[in-house]
């Protein structure tokens, strides 16, 4: 498997809530925030972290996820 490195900009959205799963991705540096229906529900800020397995394992929507407070790369 190979892996890519994707650079975001602050606010920069990631995936948009709905979309369906199609990957999975890995924080390298920077801070992102998930929301759902508008509302901060998580925020993702350790290198290293992991999210989207799940949409992508069971094809099921994700939330929205943007970069937040600083530029990410994935």
């Not at 602050?10 to 925030?33: C, P």
């Not at 972290?49 to 937040?68: D, I, Q």
Request: aromatic share 10%; hydrophobic share 40%; proline share 1%.
């Amino acid at each position: 498997m190979i892996f890519e490195t994707i650079s975001y900009n602050l606010g920069d959205f990631i995936v948009r809530e709905g979309d369906i799963g199609k990957g999975f991705y890995i924080l390298e540096q920077g801070e992102l925030e998930v929301t759902r229906e508008g509302k901060i529900i998580n925020e993702i800020t350790l290198p290293g972290a992991m999210f989207g397995e799940l949409s992508e394992l069971l094809s099921v929507s994700y939330t929205h996820l943007r970069a937040h407070e600083t530029e990410a790369d994935l």
